[in-house]
Nanobody, 123 residues
Framework: QVQLVESGGGLVQAGGSLRLSCAAS????????MGWYRQAPGKQRELVAA???????NYADSVKGRFTISRDNAKNTVYLQMNSLKPEDTAVYYC?????????????????WGQGTQVTVSS
């Protein structure tokens, strides 16, 4: 059973920094994409950043230049370094891991989500 454990959320003033971590366990599949999503009150969940197993990254336009996603494959952990935080970054942040394998018939992949961690940026 795949488990994702997130940590690192909290309250910070505008302009501050936070680092989120998400550790994955329970899967033997190494080919995966790891990412962070966020959901603010009354809004849809949106992609913040993602990183593939080969290291390719993708960012939402709103966080480019401020957030950095990275991963440690040996620890099955993904990180999100958030700098220059703004009040509009306030949301619950969710980790998602997508595993790719023919075992996940017929789609060939499976998504797993963390429990979410609150990030609040005060003005």
């Amino acid at each position: 059973q795949v488990q994702l454990v997130e940590s690192g959320g909290g309250l910070v003033q505008a302009g501050g920094s936070l680092r989120l971590s998400c550790a994955a366990s329970g899967s033997t599949f190494s080919v995966n994409t790891m990412g962070w999503y966020r959901q603010a009150p009354g809004k849809q969940r949106e992609l913040v950043a993602a990183v593939s197993s080969s290291g390719n990254t993708n960012y939402a336009d709103s966080v480019k230049g401020r957030f950095t996603i990275s991963r440690d494959n040996a620890k099955n952990t993904v990180y999100l370094q958030m700098n220059s935080l703004k009040p509009e970054d306030t949301a619950v942040y969710y980790c998602k891991v997508t595993y790719y394998s023919a075992s996940y018939y017929p789609k060939g992949f499976a998504d797993y989500w963390g429990q979410g961690t609150q990030v609040t940026v005060s003005s």
